[in-house]
C-alpha cells in the first residue's frame, strides 16, 4: 500500500460528526479524513504527525463512525464482543485518553461504552469486562496478553474490528512490542478482517512501523498504509542561559535550580523532565528548598504509590499546579493543555526523545513547543547544542525494532497453550506473521515449543519445568491448571530490580512499628545497603530507615542536610550515535563551537593549547602522570555501556602487556584507566601497541572469557528466565524476593553453563547482553571505525579535557547528594592543574 499526503481525500464526515465539528468552528483536518478512507477501503493504517496534530481523535474516529452505524446491542441479545481495542504504553495515558474521548461522546449522544482496563482496574470491574465487554477497551501490552491467554479469548474477540495502537513508534522498539506483536498475530487469527491504526511521532524508519501493522508473508514485505501530516510550529528550544559556573562534572545540575525556580515562575505550568528518578527526587527536594513563593510543586515517577500518581495527574489536568517533577512517565501523549513550558534537566540522550517530550508544551500543532534544556555538566552543554541542531532539522534517531526476543518468544507459547490447545505447525505460521519474528527459523521455534514442554535438555527431568504436553490428537496444552495460573500472575516483560514497599512509621519503633501509609516502592538492593539509622529521599521526603518487616521498609520522619538518594536502575537512557556523532563534529569544527557558552568554549580553547581536540573519525587518548598512578584517557563519545564494556576489555588486556591495571571509570563521552605503570612509556618502547590494544579481536576471546568469569550474565539471565517462566516471582498467595530469584536464577544458569550451553534462554542472555548492558554492536563498529585512527597525546600532566572524568574516579556509586561546593573544594587542585 502506498504512502500518501492527507490533501488527497475527498471523504467528508458523516454526521452527527460533521455537525460536532461545525458546533465548534473546526474544519476536520485532512489527516483524520484520509484515515477514515484508508480504513474504509480495509486497509491498516500508520499516521505520523507532529504534537497537538489531533491524532488521537483521528485513530478513533473510524471506529466511533463505525460503531454509531452498527448500534448497540439490543437488551437480551447474544454476547457480543469487543469492536475497538485501543493500546496505550502507559496506564496514565489510558485513563487521559478515556476523559477526552468522554466529551465527544457524550456532546453527540453516542451510544458507545468506553472503558479502561489497566493494572489497576478492580478485579470485580475485570471479570464484569469480560462478561459485558464495553465497545472500546483502552488497554495495555500487559494486559492484552493476559486476556489472549484466557480459555475466553476467542468469545472475547471474535467481534473486534479495530486495533488502535497510540505512540507507536515507543512501543514496538523493546521487548513490550516483541510481546505486543505476538499478541496482534493472535487477534488476527481471532478476527481475520481486524483493521489496525498506528499513531506516532515522526520517526527514523516509517516502514518498520508499516511493517509491523500488518501480517507479513514468507519472502514478502508487507507495509500498511502510511498517512503523514506535515508542519507544525517550529519549537522554541533554549539551553540555560547561565552565570553561574557550570560544573565539570555530575548530573544533579544544583547550579541552576535558582533560574529554573524563576523560569517556573514566568510561566503558567511547568514540566520538568529528568532521566532517572533519583534524579527527579533530588529536583524535588531541592526546588522545595528554595520555594519561597510556595509554588505548588509536585512529583511524578513510576515507584511512587498509584494513588499519589493519580492525584498528581488530577492536579495537572485541572491546572492546579505551577510544576511537576517526572521521569518518562509523562514522556508520552498526555495533553495537560495549559502546559506552556518544558524544562529539560541534564542531557536529552536522544533526538527524538527531546521531540518527544518538548512536545508537551503547548499541545497544540499550531503553537510553537517551548523548552530549556539545563545542562548538568560541561559536556551535557555540547550534547544539548547537538540535540537542539538535530531538533532544528528534523533529525530523528529513534532506535529500530529488532528482532524478537526468544524469551518473550518463550512466554507467548506457553500463554497461547493457557488459551487453548494447539497445533505447532499453525502456531508457528501465526508467530512468523508478527514483523519481529518474521525471519524465525522452525528450528528454533522447535527449541522455544521444548523449553515450554521440558525446561531444556538439562532440566527435563523435573516435572515442575514440564508445563505442556503433547495430547494424542498432536495439540499442546497445559499440563496441570496450576500452571496456567502462575504463568497469568507473571505475565510481561518489564523487569525492574526488585522492589521493596516503603510504610511510614514513628521515629525509634525499628522494624517492630505498625501501621502507617506506604509512600511507595524502591529497589531491594538500596534498602539492604542502609543501617538503621541512615537518611534517604522518597516521594520528596527525607526518611530515616528504621529497619525491615515482613519485607517492608520501615521509615520514619527525618531532617537531614545529607540524604542517601535512591539510585534507581530503571530510566536511564543510553547516549544517540546521532547524538554523539554531533558532539565529536563540534570538537572538530570551530565553527559548530561558535553557539558555545564563553566557559566551554575557553574549556576547549585551553585543550587546544595543553593537548589537541579528537577529529572526526578519529580517536584520542591521553596519557599522563598524577600522583602515583599513571592514567590513559580515552574519548570515544559511544555512551556509558559501550565505554564500560571497552573498559574491561582494555584492562584485560593492559594487564597482560605489565601495565598493572588497578580500575577505570567510564562516562557517555569517555573512559579513563589508571595504571601503577607508565602506559605512555610502555607504547613510546613499543611494548605496547595502540593499534593492538584496540583491536577489534578483543570482542572474541577477551569479551567471551571476561564473560564467563563476571556477574554480568547472571544478572541478564535473571531477567531472561523470568520473562520466559522459568523462574516465577509471584505464586498464588505468595511472591518470591528479589534474593530468592537471584539465587535461584545463579543455581540454574551454572547448571545450564555446563550442562546445556546452548540453551535457548542462554542464546537469549547473549543477545540481550550484546544489545544492552554491554552495546557489542556500537562498541564493534567503533572499533571498525577508528582503526588506523587513533591519536596518542603523550602529556606531563592532565588536559582540560580530561577533568571531567578524573573527578569521577572514587565517587560513590550511591550518595549523589554531596554538596556542588565540596566537590569543588576536593577538585580545585585537579582543575587548577589541567588549566594552569
Same mark, same amino acid.
Given at each position: 500500500?502506498?504512502?500518501?499526503?492527507?490533501?488527497?481525500?475527498?471523504?467528508?464526515?458523516?454526521?452527527?460528526?460533521?455537525?460536532?465539528?461545525?458546533?465548534?468552528?473546526?474544519?476536520?483536518?485532512?489527516?483524520?479524513?484520509?484515515?477514515?478512507?484508508?480504513?474504509?477501503?480495509?486497509?491498516?493504517?500508520?499516521?505520523?504527525?507532529?504534537?497537538?496534530?489531533?491524532?488521537?481523535?483521528?485513530?478513533?474516529?473510524?471506529?466511533?463512525?463505525?460503531?454509531?452505524?452498527?448500534?448497540?446491542?439490543?437488551?437480551?441479545?447474544?454476547?457480543?464482543?469487543?469492536?475497538?481495542?485501543?493500546?496505550?504504553?502507559?496506564?496514565?495515558?489510558?485513563?487521559?485518553?478515556?476523559? +477526552?474521548?468522554?466529551?465527544?461522546?457524550?456532546?453527540?449522544?453516542?451510544?458507545?461504552?468506553?472503558?479502561?482496563?489497566?493494572?489497576?482496574?478492580?478485579?470485580?470491574?475485570?471479570?464484569?469486562?469480560?462478561?459485558?465487554?464495553?465497545?472500546?477497551?483502552?488497554?495495555?501490552?500487559?494486559?492484552?496478553?493476559?486476556?489472549? %491467554?484466557?480459555?475466553?479469548?476467542?468469545?472475547?474477540?471474535?467481534?473486534?474490528?479495530?486495533?488502535?495502537?497510540?505512540?507507536?513508534?515507543?512501543?514496538?522498539?523493546?521487548?513490550?512490542?516483541?510481546?505486543?506483536?505476538?499478541?496482534?498475530?493472535?487477534?488476527?487469527?481471532?478476527?481475520?478482517?481486524?483493521?489496525?491504526?498506528?499513531?506516532?511521532?515522526?520517526?527514523?524508519?516509517?516502514?518498520?512501523?508499516?511493517?509491523?501493522?500488518?501480517?507479513?508473508?514468507?519472502?514478502?514485505?508487507?507495509?500498511?498504509?502510511?498517512?503523514?501530516?506535515?508542519?507544525?510550529?517550529?519549537?522554541?528550544?533554549?539551553?540555560?542561559?547561565?552565570?553561574?559556573?557550570?560544573?565539570?562534572?555530575?548530573?544533579?545540575?544544583?547550579?541552576?535550580?535558582?533560574?529554573?525556580?524563576?523560569?517556573?515562575?514566568?510561566?503558567?505550568?511547568?514540566?520538568?523532565?529528568?532521566?532517572?528518578?533519583?534524579?527527579?527526587?533530588?529536583?524535588?527536594?531541592?526546588?522545595?528548598?528554595?520555594?519561597?513563593?510556595?509554588?505548588?510543586?509536585?512529583?511524578?515517577?513510576?515507584?511512587?504509590? @498509584?494513588?499519589?500518581?493519580?492525584?498528581?495527574?488530577?492536579?495537572?489536568?485541572? +491546572?492546579?499546579?505551577?510544576?511537576? @517533577?517526572?521521569?518518562?512517565?509523562?514522556?508520552?501523549?498526555?495533553?495537560?493543555?495549559?502546559?506552556?513550558?518544558?524544562?529539560?534537566?541534564?542531557?536529552?540522550?536522544?533526538?527524538?526523545?527531546?521531540?518527544?517530550?518538548?512536545?508537551?508544551?503547548?499541545?497544540?500543532?499550531?503553537?510553537?513547543?517551548?523548552?530549556?534544556?539545563?545542562?548538568?555538566?560541561?559536556?551535557? @552543554? !555540547?550534547?544539548?547544542?547537538?540535540?537542539?541542531?538535530?531538533?532544528?532539522?528534523?533529525?530523528?534517531?529513534?532506535?529500530?525494532?529488532?528482532?524478537?526476543?526468544?524469551?518473550?518468544?518463550?512466554?507467548?507459547?506457553?500463554?497461547? %497453550?493457557?488459551?487453548?490447545?494447539?497445533?505447532?505447525?499453525?502456531?508457528?505460521?501465526?508467530?512468523?506473521?508478527?514483523?519481529?519474528?518474521?525471519?524465525?527459523?522452525?528450528?528454533?521455534?522447535?527449541?522455544?515449543?521444548?523449553?515450554?514442554?521440558?525446561?531444556?535438555?538439562?532440566?527435563?527431568?523435573?516435572?515442575?519445568?514440564?508445563?505442556?504436553?503433547?495430547?494424542?490428537?498432536?495439540?499442546?496444552?497445559?499440563?496441570?491448571?496450576?500452571?496456567?495460573?502462575?504463568?497469568?500472575?507473571?505475565?510481561?516483560?518489564?523487569?525492574?530490580?526488585?522492589?521493596?514497599?516503603?510504610?511510614?512509621?514513628?521515629?525509634?519503633?525499628?522494624? /517492630?512499628?505498625?501501621?502507617?501509609?506506604?509512600?511507595?516502592?524502591?529497589?531491594?538492593?538500596?534498602?539492604?545497603?542502609?543501617?538503621?539509622?541512615?537518611?534517604?529521599?522518597?516521594?520528596?521526603?527525607?526518611?530515616?530507615?528504621?529497619?525491615?518487616?515482613?519485607?517492608?521498609?520501615?521509615?520514619?520522619?527525618?531532617?537531614?542536610?545529607?540524604?542517601?538518594?535512591?539510585?534507581?536502575?530503571?530510566?536511564?537512557?543510553?547516549?544517540?550515535?546521532?547524538?554523539?556523532?554531533?558532539?565529536?563534529?563540534?570538537?572538530?569544527?570551530?565553527?559548530?563551537?561558535?553557539?558555545?557558552?564563553?566557559?566551554?568554549?575557553?574549556?576547549?580553547?585551553?585543550?587546544?593549547?595543553?593537548?589537541?581536540?579528537?577529529?572526526?573519525?578519529?580517536?584520542?587518548?591521553?596519557?599522563?602522570?598524577?600522583?602515583?598512578?599513571?592514567?590513559?584517557?580515552?574519548?570515544?563519545?559511544?555512551?556509558?555501556?559501550?565505554?564500560?564494556?571497552?573498559? !574491561?576489555?582494555?584492562?584485560?588486556?593492559?594487564?597482560?602487556?605489565?601495565?598493572?591495571?588497578?580500575?577505570?571509570?567510564?562516562?557517555?563521552?569517555?573512559?579513563?584507566?589508571?595504571?601503577?605503570?607508565?602506559?605512555?612509556?610502555?607504547?613510546? /618502547?613499543?611494548?605496547?601497541?595502540?593499534?593492538?590494544?584496540?583491536?577489534?579481536? !578483543?570482542?572474541?576471546?577477551?569479551?567471551?572469557?571476561?564473560? +564467563?568469569?563476571?556477574?554480568?550474565?547472571?544478572?541478564?539471565?535473571?531477567?531472561?528466565?523470568?520473562?520466559?517462566?522459568?523462574?516465577?516471582?509471584?505464586?498464588?498467595?505468595?511472591?518470591?524476593?528479589?534474593?530468592?530469584?537471584?539465587?535461584?536464577?545463579?543455581?540454574?544458569?551454572?547448571?545450564?553453563?555446563?550442562?546445556?550451553?546452548?540453551?535457548?534462554?542462554?542464546?537469549?542472555?547473549?543477545?540481550?547482553?550484546?544489545?544492552?548492558?554491554?552495546?557489542?554492536?556500537?562498541?564493534?563498529?567503533?572499533?571498525?571505525?577508528?582503526?588506523?585512527?587513533?591519536?596518542?597525546?603523550?602529556?606531563?600532566?592532565?588536559?582540560?579535557?580530561?577533568?571531567?572524568?578524573?573527578?569521577?574516579?572514587?565517587?560513590?556509586?550511591?550518595?549523589?547528594?554531596?554538596?556542588?561546593?565540596?566537590?569543588?573544594?576536593?577538585?580545585?587542585?585537579?582543575?587548577?592543574?589541567?588549566?594552569?
Amino acid at each position: 500500500m502506498d504512502q500518501r499526503t492527507p490533501e488527497e481525500t475527498t471523504t467528508s464526515l458523516p454526521e452527527p460528526f460533521a455537525g460536532w465539528f461545525a458546533a465548534r468552528g473546526w474544519k476536520p483536518r485532512p489527516h483524520q479524513l484520509a484515515l477514515i478512507e484508508e480504513t474504509g477501503k480495509g486497509h491498516s493504517a500508520l499516521l505520523i504527525a507532529p504534537t497537538g496534530a489531533g491524532k488521537t481523535l483521528a485513530g478513533f474516529l473510524p471506529s466511533l463512525i463505525a460503531l454509531t452505524k452498527r448500534g448497540r446491542k439490543p437488551p437480551g441479545s447474544a454476547f457480543r464482543g469487543i469492536h475497538t481495542l485501543y493500546i496505550s504504553p502507559l496506564k496514565a495515558l489510558a485513563v487521559d485518553i478515556e476523559r +477526552n474521548l468522554d466529551r465527544p461522546v457524550s456532546d453527540m449522544v453516542l451510544r458507545i461504552s468506553i472503558e479502561t482496563r489497566t493494572g489497576d482496574t478492580p478485579q470485580s470491574k475485570r471479570t464484569r469486562q469480560r462478561l459485558d465487554p464495553p465497545d472500546i477497551l483502552l488497554t495495555t501490552p500487559e494486559q492484552l496478553a493476559l486476556l489472549i %491467554a484466557s480459555t475466553e479469548a476467542e468469545r472475547f474477540f471474535k467481534d473486534l474490528e479495530f486495533v488502535v495502537f497510540d505512540e507507536l513508534h515507543s512501543l514496538v522498539t523493546s521487548k513490550r512490542g516483541h510481546l505486543l506483536s505476538l499478541g496482534l498475530a493472535r487477534l488476527r487469527r481471532l478476527a481475520p478482517n481486524l483493521k489496525t491504526i498506528g499513531l506516532s511521532a515522526t520517526v527514523a524508519e516509517p516502514d518498520d512501523l508499516r511493517k509491523w501493522l500488518v501480517p507479513q508473508a514468507p519472502e514478502e514485505t508487507r507495509l500498511s498504509s502510511l498517512v503523514t501530516v506535515a508542519g507544525g510550529a517550529r519549537p522554541d528550544i533554549t539551553i540555560l542561559d547561565t552565570e553561574e559556573r557550570i560544573p565539570w562534572s555530575g548530573h544533579s545540575a544544583r547550579y541552576a535550580m535558582g533560574e529554573v525556580y524563576k523560569a517556573i515562575g514566568r510561566h503558567r505550568t511547568t514540566i520538568l523532565f529528568v532521566n532517572t528518578r533519583s534524579q527527579a527526587e533530588m529536583l524535588f527536594q531541592e526546588l522545595w528548598r528554595i520555594n519561597d513563593d510556595s509554588l505548588p510543586i509536585a512529583l511524578h515517577h513510576g515507584s511512587l504509590d @498509584v494513588g499519589q500518581r493519580r492525584r498528581v495527574e488530577a492536579a495537572m489536568s485541572e +491546572n492546579k499546579l505551577r510544576a511537576v @517533577v517526572a521521569t518518562s512517565t509523562l514522556d508520552l501523549g498526555l495533553d495537560w493543555g495549559d502546559v506552556d513550558l518544558v524544562i529539560h534537566v541534564g542531557a536529552p540522550k536522544g533526538a527524538s526523545r527531546l521531540a518527544q517530550r518538548i512536545g508537551r508544551s503547548n499541545h497544540r500543532m499550531d503553537e510553537p513547543s517551548k523548552a530549556i534544556l539545563v545542562p548538568a555538566n560541561r559536556f551535557e @552543554v !555540547m550534547e544539548c547544542q547537538a540535540a537542539l541542531d538535530a531538533n532544528y532539522l528534523g533529525a530523528q534517531d529513534t532506535p529500530p525494532v529488532g528482532r524478537g526476543a526468544l524469551d518473550v518468544l518463550c512466554q507467548h507459547i506457553m500463554g497461547m %497453550a493457557c488459551a487453548a490447545p494447539f497445533d505447532a505447525l499453525m502456531l508457528y505460521d501465526e508467530i512468523v506473521s508478527a514483523s519481529p519474528y518474521a525471519d524465525l527459523p522452525w528450528e528454533t521455534f522447535e527449541r522455544a515449543l521444548d523449553f515450554a514442554a521440558t525446561g531444556g535438555y538439562a532440566l527435563r527431568s523435573y516435572e515442575r519445568y514440564a508445563k505442556i504436553r503433547k495430547t494424542r490428537e498432536g495439540l499442546w496444552r497445559v499440563s496441570n491448571p496450576q500452571y496456567a495460573t502462575q504463568y497469568r500472575l507473571n505475565i510481561g516483560t518489564i523487569i525492574e530490580e526488585p522492589l521493596m514497599k516503603i510504610r511510614l512509621v514513628r521515629q525509634g519503633r525499628g522494624s /517492630a512499628a505498625r501501621g502507617g501509609p506506604v509512600l511507595g516502592e524502591v529497589e531491594e538492593y538500596f534498602i539492604e545497603s542502609l543501617s538503621q539509622g541512615d537518611t534517604f529521599m522518597f516521594g520528596g521526603r527525607v526518611l530515616r530507615f528504621e529497619g525491615i518487616r515482613e519485607n517492608e521498609c520501615h521509615a520514619s520522619e527525618a531532617r537531614s542536610a545529607d540524604p542517601k538518594i535512591p539510585s534507581y536502575n530503571g530510566g536511564k537512557f543510553p547516549l544517540s550515535t546521532y547524538l554523539a556523532d554531533g558532539v565529536r563534529k563540534m570538537l572538530a569544527d570551530p565553527r559548530l563551537r561558535a553557539e558555545l557558552p564563553d566557559q566551554v568554549r575557553d574549556w576547549l580553547a585551553i585543550q587546544e593549547e595543553k593537548s589537541v581536540l579528537p577529529k572526526s573519525g578519529e580517536l584520542l587518548i591521553e596519557t599522563f602522570p598524577r600522583g602515583n598512578r599513571f592514567y590513559l584517557v580515552a574519548y570515544p563519545f559511544e555512551g556509558r555501556l559501550a565505554h564500560q564494556t571497552l573498559g !574491561m576489555l582494555l584492562t584485560r588486556r593492559l594487564d597482560r602487556a605489565g601495565a598493572k591495571p588497578l580500575g577505570f571509570v567510564a562516562t557517555d563521552y569517555s573512559l579513563a584507566i589508571w595504571c601503577l605503570e607508565d602506559v605512555g612509556a610502555l607504547i613510546g /618502547a613499543k611494548k605496547l601497541s595502540l593499534a593492538s590494544l584496540f583491536d577489534e579481536d !578483543m570482542l572474541g576471546d577477551d569479551l567471551e572469557a571476561w564473560l +564467563n568469569e563476571t556477574w554480568l550474565l547472571k544478572r541478564t539471565f535473571r531477567a531472561c528466565a523470568v520473562i520466559a517462566g522459568l523462574i516465577e516471582r509471584r505464586h498464588p498467595g505468595k511472591e518470591k524476593t528479589g534474593r530468592q530469584v537471584t539465587v535461584s536464577a545463579d543455581l540454574i544458569y551454572d547448571v545450564l553453563r555446563s550442562h546445556e550451553p546452548d540453551h535457548i534462554l542462554l542464546e537469549a542472555t547473549r543477545n540481550d547482553a550484546a544489545q544492552g548492558l554491554l552495546d557489542i554492536g556500537r562498541l564493534g563498529a567503533m572499533l571498525a571505525r577508528i582503526k588506523g585512527h587513533i591519536r596518542l597525546q603523550r602529556l606531563d600532566q592532565i588536559s582540560p579535557l580530561a577533568v571531567p572524568i578524573m573527578l569521577e574516579i572514587g565517587k560513590e556509586p550511591v550518595g549523589g547528594s554531596a554538596d556542588e561546593q565540596l566537590l569543588a573544594e576536593a577538585a580545585e587542585d585537579l582543575i587548577a592543574d589541567a588549566m594552569g
